[in-house]
């Protein structure tokens, strides 16, 4: 049985291009082949990365040309992959519960983490390509937890205590200094996530916004400038398909104001790993009507 998600009837991938001076994005791919996710932006500017039907694939930023990416015996991925600093490799979650490391371009991978009982699920590498950051849980009925491991087989890792509520989304600052996440340990209320960040040698964590909506995966663009995050409707429970949610950019010097906002359907697949362009000025998100885009 298959593990990756599928397209409902009638229902469409939508890659976006959005980005802090954008007032309406840009369509760069549609699709009813595949249901797409999670784009990562490649240090050349030239591809995004996405995942769909449990595999790795290109898409050329000009052509919108897509392309599978060839790996050996690697097992179905899921939406939480992130590449490299140096943008030569990528690192990937699996439906296996195990996080592996590839080439750009295909080819063997390498299994990272071990075969502990637990599920791993990737977002975030330090600036200098050390670690990483990933959600580790034995099972969904409990909150997951913040671990840095090393970003090579066999390393130590350690658990970062964010409090009692799930944690998700750990990813660092471009300047190494903070992991940033989304939380439900500031609220009573369950699973209203909201964003915060914590010193990544450890700490108290800090709230960034409060807001009425469930706040989820808070990635800041390379130069620190910016950050773009989704929202769910109130009271949504986890991060859910097929919900009208909004993409939000913020200036990281006041994360309470939106600088766009892009009213969308999706959620689950939308925007879960860093989707930023190299430069700055776009990210890529994607959207899943269930009807054609007219004009």
């Keep these: 049985m298959n593990s990756y998600r599928e397209l409902r009837s009638g229902q469409r ?43 790795l694939w290109t898409i050329d930023v000009d052509t919108a040309d897509l392309r ?21 490799s990528i690192y990937m979650s699996a439906a296996d519960g195990q996080i592996y490391k590839g080439a750009l371009n295909g080819g063997p991978v390498e299994r990272l983490t071990a075969d502990d009982g637990v599920w ?22 409990e909150p997951g937890r913040l671990v840095i491991g090393s970003s090579s087989p066999g390393g130590n890792s350690r658990t970062i205590d964010t409090g ?30 909201q964003l915060a960040r914590i010193n990544a040698q450890g700490g108290l964590p800090e709230l960034l916004v409060k ?22 409707p109130p009271g949504t429970r986890g991060h859910p398909a097929d919900l009208d949610v909004r993409v ?35 990210f890529a998100f994607v959207a899943y009507p269930l009807h054609r885009v007219q004009g």
Excluded: C, K
């Design 13 to 55: 991938s939508q890659v976006w291009i959005g980005g802090p001076t954008m007032r309406t994005p840009t369509l760069l791919l549609e699709t009813d082949d595949i249901l797409l996710e999670a784009p990562n932006w490649s240090l050349d500017g030239r591809f995004l990365y996405v995942n769909g039907h449990g595999v």
């Design 68 to 88: 599978e990416v060839p790996f050996d015996r690697l097992p179905e991925i899921n939406n939480d992959h992130v590449l490299s600093p140096d943008g030569r």
């Design 120 to 141: 791993h699920f990737l977002h975030g590498v330090s600036p200098d390509g050390g670690e990483l950051a990933w959600v580790e849980m034995s099972d969904f009925s």
């Design 164 to 193: 009692p509520g799930h944690l998700d989304g750990p990813e660092w600052s471009p300047d190494g200094t903070w992991i940033y996440f989304n939380t439900e340990s500031f609220t009573t209320d369950p699973g209203h996530a």
């Design 211 to 232: 807001s009425g909506s469930v706040d989820w995966f808070p990635h800041l663009s390379p130069d620190g400038r910016f950050a773009a995050y989704v929202s769910f």
């Design 248 to 282: 939000n950019v913020v200036s990281t010097e006041d994360w309470p104001t939106s600088i766009e906002n892009y009213a969308l359907f999706g959620g689950q697949g939308t925007m879960n790993v860093n989707s930023w362009s190299p430069g700055s000025d776009r």
